[in-house]
Each structure stands twice: as C-alpha cells, then as structure tokens.
C-alpha cells in the first residue's frame, strides 16, 4: 500500500436518503424522544409509580427504527442505471496512455447542487465511482454500499479529490478528472489502481455538516 491517503477507503456506511441527512431531522427528533421518555419512565419509578406499559415499547419500537436506518446498506440497491458500467476488465496500457495527457484536475459538473456548500473544516457525505482512464472502475460505492465521509482538509484524501471537490455543494454530481501526480504517482494503490494513472471520480454530494 501507498504511504498516502485513501480517497476509497470504508469510512461509514449509511442506509439513509439524502433528504433525511440534509435535513437533519431524523436522529435529533428520534433521539430526544427517547431521552423523554427515558426521563419519565425514570421518574414515575422513583416515584414508585408504575410504569405505562408502552413506554418500553415506544422506546425499543424507536431504537429499532434508528437501527434500520444506519445498518450496512444493500449493495444491489447502490446501481443506479445511470452508472456506465465500463469494461469489465482494465486495459492498463490504454489508461496508462491516456493518463500522459492529464496534466491538471479537470472538474465537471453533471448536475447542479443546491444544498449547503462544502467548505473547510466541514464533514462531507460522497457517493462516488472511481475509474481508471479506459473507463474501468475500480471502485464504487454504489457496489460497495461503502460511501466516502471524512472531513474536509488536506491530508484526508489524494490531492487531486480534495481540490476537485472544492465548494461542491448537496445535491450535486461532478466528475473529477486527476493527473497521476496528484492521485498515486509512480507508486500506485496496488492493487487496485498501477503506477502512473490519471484517475476520474464522479462524486454525488449527499450531505455537508459539522
């Protein structure tokens, strides 16, 4: 393994739409209806009360809920139709060739965002795929179920990521294409991508927060 950051590594998983981490509205509200009812359970006992019968349930019927949501996804239901499924097998020396011609990060945006910005500092939530040059990905968190969550700063990701996804804001798509000196150089992230390969990400924003 390489000595730098990896952009695909497994940080979180996440069974949520982007509406319900963009909001915010889900865990705060279930969270502090069972910190209540929690409170008043507790205080019905000390008072030598007993307790409704459906608090416990109403309790474990929001804990299960909470855990359905963020529980390993289903990685069939991550391939959207809209995902160029590419060769099935790379054809290094064609990337290799095309990655010579990638001198800076070219960044494109397939769909525009209109949720919070990404800015320094903040966490960011990405589906993403990561391809070679000839197309072939070798990474895909719609495959994986395993999206990218990490806070936005140098250091976290390869370079080429970090500048590409700069002000990206919730809701938006780009495709970010990144020289090989700023993604694994001459050293490479065996064995999933060689030495000296350009590398293309299309990133879908999902969430930005603290």
Request: hydrophobic residues 35%; aromatic residues 8%.
């Amino acid at each position: 393994m390489t000595s730098g950051p990896d952009p695909f590594s497994p940080f979180e998983r996440f069974d949520t739409t982007p509406q319900d981490t963009l909001q915010g509205t889900l865990y705060p509200v279930m969270l502090s209806r069972v910190l209540v009812i929690g409170a008043a359970s507790a205080a019905l006992l000390m008072a030598g009360c007993a307790e409704p019968p459906n608090m416990n349930k109403e309790v474990l019927r929001i804990i299960d809920k909470i855990n359905a949501r963020v529980k390993p996804a289903d990685p069939s239901k991550y391939v959207p139709p809209s995902v160029d499924p590419g060769p099935s097998k790379p054809d290094r020396e064609k990337a290799l060739e095309l990655s010579k011609a990638v001198k800076e990060v070219k960044v494109e945006i397939l769909q525009p965002g209109s949720g919070p910005q990404l800015k320094e500092g903040l966490f960011v939530n990405l589906e993403y795929v990561g391809r070679l040059m000839d197309g072939y990905i070798f990474e895909s968190s719609y495959k994986t179920g395993e999206r990218l969550y990490f806070r936005y700063e140098p250091g976290k990701v390869i370079p080429g990521l970090y500048e590409g996804l700069r002000g990206i804001r919730v809701g938006e798509k780009r495709r970010i294409t990144i020289p090989a000196a700023l993604a694994y150089g001459s050293k490479g992230a065996p064995p999933k991508v060689p030495a000296d390969m350009a590398l293309v990400f299309e990133v879908y924003c999902l969430w930005v927060g603290r």
